[in-house]
């Protein structure tokens, strides 16, 4: 059983991607990979890419008992920051913060969304995500049909917060992530996040970076003059950025799962 216990599956997923990686033992060697893109919809449907996971798993016909780790981009997330409270909140507290944050934003369509809150302490802003609740469940769904131990579901965003945490503590500045369709801006404060605004990814996504950053000057971020950049399918592409802006990739402290960027996501979760 504790060799079982040591098998880990780690799964990102997209709206036209899915990428799994399947490791056993401490060491998390890499035992069996498999990607998989297709032409995604106009009217993106999360329940076409629950479709592909589990054929892609019938294939891989992996043993029970596997540690099961999910990432999901933001195709399939939506982030909310809130202002910093006085009191001290329980997490119980904060995600009925949060869920009353949403509904004023959303509607009553926030009903059908499970909310998760980034830890932050009392007098700092929380970053907090949302998910479909269906879609939990049916990953939930997976781990049962499959016998395997789900042990998270997380938004990239906040997977990569946590694995760069080191990096990104205390810093006032611009945090930027690039995923396979979009690019994140994360305004930071304190290490904290004040802000998350979400854009499309071009093919040529240094260039829209580049502009991006313009465009957050011109909205009130005159005074950081330095971004970091966390893109682990990019390897060491040059960002061009005008002016004096000091540019800094990120990169997490633990092996690379993958030199190939199909499975860029999973190098934060596994």
Known sequence: MLHLLANHLFVSLSK???????????????????????????????????????????????????KLSVTLSTDMVRYLTLPAQTVSMNAEEKVAYANAAYQEIYGFATSEWKIKCHDAPPNEPMLTSAIDTALFEAIQMIATKYDFKLKSVQPYLMTAMNALDGSLKGADTIFAVVESNRILIVNLQNGYCTQVRTYPRSANWQNTLSQLLTRETLIGAENMREILVYAPAQGKAVIPFADDWLVKPLQVKRKKVSDEPHYAMLEALA
């Open 16 to 66: 036209n991607n899915i990428a799994l990686l399947y490791t056993s033992g401490l060491s998390k060697q890499v035992i069996a990979d498999h990607h998989m893109t297709w032409q995604s919809q106009e009217n993106f449907n999360w329940q076409e890419v629950i479709y592909r996971l589990e054929r892609t798993l019938d294939d891989l016909n992996l043993p029970a008992h596997t």
